[in-house]
Nanobody, 123 residues
Framework: EVQLQASGGGLVQAGGSLRLSCAAS????????IGWFRQAPGKEREGISY????????VYADSVKGRFTISSDNAKNTVYLQMRSLKPEDTGVYYC????????????????WGQGTQVTVSS
């Protein structure tokens, strides 16, 4: 069974950094895309980044471009989101998701979802 679990969230001051992890089981990354999403209370879930393992193409939302980096350790079946220069508006629940042989930045592009991890950025 495909399973994903996001972790690494916490409380950080504005300007600080956090690294989130997405641990995958039940599949290997070949032909999959792993995406990161976030959701603030009362807001739609927002796609912020993905990595397409067919060619290691990476994409970032404008809101995080230049500050966040997606990476992976394939031997550990883990995808990371390194978040730098965090802003209060980055606060939200962060999720990782997987989709097979496709890609995108919309919730509907993804089939498998992990639990969220809370990120809170104080000013």
């Amino acid at each position: 069974e495909v399973q994903l679990q996001a972790s690494g969230g916490g409380l950080v001051q504005a300007g600080g950094s956090l690294r989130l992890s997405c641990a995958a089981s039940g599949f290997t990354f070949n032909d999959y895309t792993i995406g990161w999403f976030r959701q603030a209370p009362g807001k739609e879930r927002e796609g912020i980044s993905y990595v397409r393992f067919a060619d290691y193409n990476t994409v970032y939302a404008d809101s995080v471009k230049g500050r966040f980096t997606i990476s992976s350790d394939n031997a550990k079946n883990t995808v990371y989101l390194q978040m730098r220069s965090l802003k209060p508006e980055d606060t939200g629940v962060y999720y990782c998701a997987a989709t097979w042989r496709t890609w995108g930045m919309e919730e509907s592009d993804y089939t498998y979802w992990g639990q969220g991890t809370q990120v809170t950025v104080s000013s």
